[in-house]
């Protein structure tokens, strides 16, 4: 169907231009060609995927829009009355008069609402170059029409049916006659005029009425249930009394043996004359469900902001020397999810929130080994360093962005595969859109509202209906859904209203109406909205902390976030006990013996804690952590495959009497040495295991240090959004391209003076001269000023029309104002397959 449309663009676009200033458009492209450079690009705003390539000239460019996938892509973008619009232009005579088009909506009686809306839903498809023509002459594009018309294969919204001129195509001349006569209609001379006839009969509602006062009872009840559609019902080859008499009436036409059909002239009676039984010209109102104190919002929205910052701290420490493997088929294991949300103590479909949400940021990815393991990257160390504010200002840039999407994580893709976190196949290219119109549409209430989740999908249903139907109408609403969810994780809303800093970040004033033009619009860079997000966000965190509180139960109590250095070191001196206002943190010999691991002496660690903390170091904190260092290093493993040595061979006897070190395959090579068969690692966690305190050593014997910032993977980047379909055009593109196409349009629709020997060129050929003609023709035009055509093949092959006004003709070579590129070019001769002179007007 789309071919078909192209086809006719093309040829109508080439008709030759002899309509006077003042007539009608005839074609999509006339129609372009006498609008607006702001009509144009606000086409080219509207429909981005037109851009690309820019087209060459406006017949291009309406040949372009014609077809179908660009067609499809803009009714897809149609809010549900702008689609309505549509619809019944699609089932309206070609052309429709705006009377026409305003009855088929409102019907027989008047609604203000609906002839309020008509004139923005019409302007919406004229911009879209989906309806062309003046208010007399409204045309629907061809593609739009053939994919909104009814048809048995393809019904359409409005439950219509075919015309009588439709289904009556095939029917013989001896039953036309048969039913106007029945329809008490005068006999005609020729199929057509008996079509028209009871065509004419069907759109008239006084004879229309008077001949369905004449029906049965039952025959009504048949049309009752067929007039809202589906129009086609099935009959069997005796049909019922009711049936028989309306189909020898033409009020059911056959088609088929055993189908018959309601005309949709007959149903359009019925209906009081509206296409859709539920027109919708004003969309949903999104209502509050509850209603807060901005300053309540705001600070609940930081709070749950520097709950995040925790929450991706910690899961990213956590992973610091490596975390899970990375499954064969790419992302992370049920179990190893299981296992991050126990430690992060959050449902799974949040733990994979979380780590999607650092993923997309570029704080965590795999390392690319042989043995792949998911890691922080090296942005996740520039990212601590961020003030808390910045750092919760990236992710939610990031979040806003993203098109992988964490809520699809445990369901299955088109082949039955259960989908990963971390995995491939996340990605979900309406997330970004709707994540904005969901924002938006907060935005739009009072500060301080929270958007009644119902009313909000509603709308949402109302904005893109095609998008909102189908196998994606349930993809839409859970990104809806889960919009709202994570918008409350990451602190962008508060007690489910929008926060002030999350406004900032969508370039939204403290209150603006969610219109398309603040949905699409942004007043500045993404950069800089991110910057005053956290402007706005950084007075409502909690001020970091440099102390501790030390307690005699082994705990310190940190009374507010704290600052890096503090916090690096007490996340490897002690384990966290709970979370909340105040961080306890415990200490134990685990994590004791981890800090000096790390190089840490005893001395090192009660002196760290002495200047870090508001009460003395407790007795049992001191003992615990002397005995600790004091068994520290005592046994030292190293790799045979791996080995323990230790100075006290009893300690060795003592090992290898316990049941316990069996499975690591111990024996003895020396009085004060073991032989292991597991790995140093296994080793180190064995002994651990049973009590002991080992120390790794080098093949020196010194020993090993193990940092808690060791391992980072390689340099990577944050995964890059999967487009839904071309990004929107900016300014400078928009005007550049403006330019170029009607530069290209002044080329190929100017007025030739055509050699009275040369044969008339088809429209679109490039004019063939020869060399020396064309040596003279342009020698003679920079000699008088004047603009020539020319026809060119560049480098690659590729011939386009231009017309140039020459300056200088030497060496082989013209230079002149190229009115097609808007510029000043020179061209070799031997590229110029012909020149012809512009018509007098044209000069």
């Not at 309020?116 to 594009?141: I, T």
């Not at 939610?396 to 595969?417: I, M, P, Y």
């Not at 017309?803 to 013209?814: D, K, L, N, S």
């Amino acid at each position: 169907m789309g071919i078909g449309g192209i086809g006719e663009l093309d040829r109508e676009a080439h008709v030759p231009k002899e309509t006077g200033a003042g007539a009608a458009p005839r074609t999509l492209a006339e129609a372009l060609r006498a609008g607006g450079d702001e009509g144009l690009a606000a086409l080219l705003r509207a429909r981005p995927d037109l851009l690309s390539p820019v087209p060459n000239d406006l017949t291009q460019l309406a040949t372009r829009a014609g077809t179908r996938g660009s067609v499809v892509r803009a009714l897809e973008r149609l809010d549900r009355f702008a689609l309505q619009t549509a619809e019944a232009l699609a089932v309206a005579p070609d052309p429709a008069p705006y009377s026409v088009l305003l009855g088929l909506l409102a019907g027989d009686g008047a609604d203000p609402e609906i002839e309020a809306a008509l004139p923005r839903a019409v302007g919406v498809l004229r911009e879209q170059a989906l309806v062309w023509g003046d208010d007399e002459r409204l045309r629907l594009v061809r593609t739009a029409r053939e994919l909104l018309a009814p048809s048995a294969q393809h019904p359409s919204p409005t439950g219509l049916g075919p015309s009588v001129a439709e289904a009556t195509a095939g029917m013989s001349p001896g039953r036309l006659q048969e039913i106007i006569a029945a329809a008490g209609l005068p006999a005609t001379h020729d199929p057509v005029s008996a079509v028209a006839a009871l065509t004419e009969l069907f759109t008239d509602r006084t004879r229309m009425a008077a001949l369905l006062d004449t029906a049965p009872p039952e025959a009504l009840a048949v049309l009752d249930r067929l007039v809202w559609g589906p129009p086609y019902g099935e009959v069997t080859a005796d049909p019922a009394p009711p049936v028989r008499w309306l189909r020898d009436r033409g009020l059911l036409l056959p088609v088929s043996t055993r189908t018959v059909v309601l005309p949709r002239e007959a149903a359009l009676h019925l209906r009081g004359g509206r296409a859709h039984r539920v027109p919708e010209p004003v969309p949903p109102e999104v209502t509050a469900a509850r209603t807060y104190r901005p300053q309540v919002v705001d600070n609940a929205a930081a709070g749950q902001a520097h709950t995040a910052l925790a929450t991706v701290e910690e899961l990213l420490k956590s992973w610091d020397q490596g975390g899970p493997q990375v499954l064969r088929a790419g992302g992370l294991s049920v179990r190893d999810l299981k296992r991050t949300a126990a430690a992060l103590d959050v449902p799974e479909p949040t733990a994979a929130f979380w780590l999607e949400l650092a993923h997309g940021a570029g704080l965590l990815a795999s390392d690319g080994e042989a043995d792949e393991r998911y890691a922080p990257t090296p942005a996740y160390d520039d990212w601590l360093d961020l003030p808390p504010a910045e750092r919760w200002a990236a992710l939610a840039a990031a979040w806003l962005a993203a098109t992988r999407t964490a809520g699809v994580v445990g369901g299955q893709d088109t082949k039955g595969r259960t989908l990963s976190a971390l995995g491939p196949g996340l990605d979900r290219a309406q997330a970004p859109e709707v994540r904005r119109r969901v924002l938006a549409l907060q935005a739009a209430l009072p500060p301080g509202a929270a958007a009644d989740r119902d009313a909000l999908l509603a709308r949402l249903r109302w904005d893109r209906p095609l998008r909102s139907g189908g196998p994606l109408a349930d993809l839409r609403e859970q990104l809806a859904v889960w919009t709202l969810d994570e918008a409350e994780l990451l602190g962008v809303t508060g007690r489910g209203a929008l926060a002030t800093p999350a406004r900032a970040l969508l370039n939204l004033p403290l209150a603006e109406a969610a219109s398309d033009d603040a949905f699409h619009g942004h007043d500045c860079e993404p950069s800089v909205a991110a910057s005053r997000a956290a402007t706005l966000l950084a007075p409502l965190l909690p001020e970091a902390v440099d102390h501790v509180l030390l307690q005699a139960d082994l705990t310190a109590v940190a009374p507010g976030p704290l600052r890096r250095p503090l916090a690096d070191v007490l996340a490897v001196l002690a384990d966290v006990e709970s979370k909340g206002g105040a961080t306890v943190y415990r200490f134990t010999p685990g994590s004791v013996r981890r800090a000096l691991d790390a190089g840490r002496s005893a001395s090192d660690l009660k002196d760290f804690l002495t200047a870090h903390s508001r009460t003395p170091v407790p007795q049992p904190l001191a003992y615990l952590i002397d005995d600790v260092a004091r068994r520290h290093g005592h046994l030292r493993v190293g790799a045979a495959s791996a080995y323990v040595r230790c100075d006290d061979d009893a300690v060795l006897g003592e090992i290898l009497a316990d049941r316990r070190a069996a499975a690591l395959g111990l024996r003895r090579l020396a009085p004060t040495v073991l032989a292991a068969q597991a790995d140093p690692a296994s080793l180190l966690e064995g002994l651990r295991a049973m009590g002991y305190a080992p120390a790794a050593e080098s093949a020196e014997g010194d020993v090993l240090v193990t940092r808690a910032d060791a391992y980072r993977t390689p340099p990577r980047t944050a995964p890059a959004p999967v487009p839904d379909g071309p990004p929107a055009p900016d300014a400078t593109l928009l005007k550049a391209a403006v330019r170029a196409i009607r530069a290209g349009d002044h080329a190929a629709t100017a007025a030739r003076r055509e050699p009275s020997t040369a044969a008339p060129l088809a429209p679109g050929e490039l004019p063939r001269t020869s060399p020396a003609e064309t040596l003279a023709t342009v020698q003679a035009a920079a000699l008088t000023g004047s603009a020539v055509w020319i026809g060119y093949v560049n480098a690659e092959g590729a011939a386009s029309q231009r017309v140039i006004a020459p300056v200088r003709v030497e060496g082989g070579f013209v230079t002149g104002y190229d009115h097609t590129a808007d510029e000043v070019r020179t061209y070799p001769l031997h590229r110029i397959t012909g020149v012809a002179e512009l018509a007098e007007e044209e000069g």
